[in-house]
């Protein structure tokens, strides 16, 4: 059941080369939800594509993630490309 999933923040790279953050107990399923431009996707990504995945991390509960949301949209972003290439590293 996806609501007793763990929740994650993840990172979009918009075809702009701007960066979104958000939060989701699946991130593949709100990927696709962006991707589609329908309803569900958030309102900064709507004619932004293509969208692509840059970074993901789980967390844990919906509250510790909301926390780590903010602190990543409060980082400059040559710290959130720092966080990308950390990802990219580790894999």
């Not at 958000?22 to 709507?46: F, M």
Request: hydrophobic content about 25%; aromatic content about 8%.
């Amino acid at each position: 059941m996806a609501s007793d999933s763990p929740w994650s923040v993840y990172l979009i790279q918009c075809g702009d080369g701007s960066l979104y953050c958000g939060i989701s107990n699946d991130v593949a399923r709100r990927l696709t939800e962006h991707q589609s431009q329908g309803p569900k996707c958030a309102k900064y990504l709507r004619g932004r594509t293509p969208l692509k995945l840059f970074y993901e991390r789980e967390i844990g509960t919906r509250a510790k993630a909301s926390s780590e949301e903010f602190r990543i949209k409060k980082l400059s972003r040559k710290s959130k490309e720092s966080l990308i290439t950390q990802n990219f590293s580790s894999r």
